[in-house]
């Protein structure tokens, strides 16, 4: 299935194909091609995002930091799910906003 965009660009969007994870790198599956400008926005909401979502576990990265360079190695590094689930939403939130903002 082939369709035209408005910017007159063909879409071919048949998720059977075989080169569909290709295409979906590429963004021939969106329907309308997205600005830089509306790209740039995502990028820099999803980073900070990303960096706020980290700022509860600093602590704890910093204390596994230190350890590790003073050459104390563990077999595994304890670390809490609030600690994942945090920068996991803080991500997708600020993804959102920034898709909610750019169009």
Known sequence: MTTTTSHGLLCQSDPTSVDWPLRLVVGGLQDEPSSPQQML?????????????????????????????????????????????????????MCFVASALST
């Open 41 to 93: 926005v995502l990028y820099s909401f999803a980073w900070t995002g990303l960096a706020i979502g980290f700022l509860p576990s600093r602590k704890l990265i910093l204390k596994y930091g230190e350890e590790w360079r003073r050459g104390v190695r563990r077999e595994s590094y304890e670390y809490p799910r609030r600690y994942v689930v945090a920068p996991v939403v803080t991500f997708i939130v």
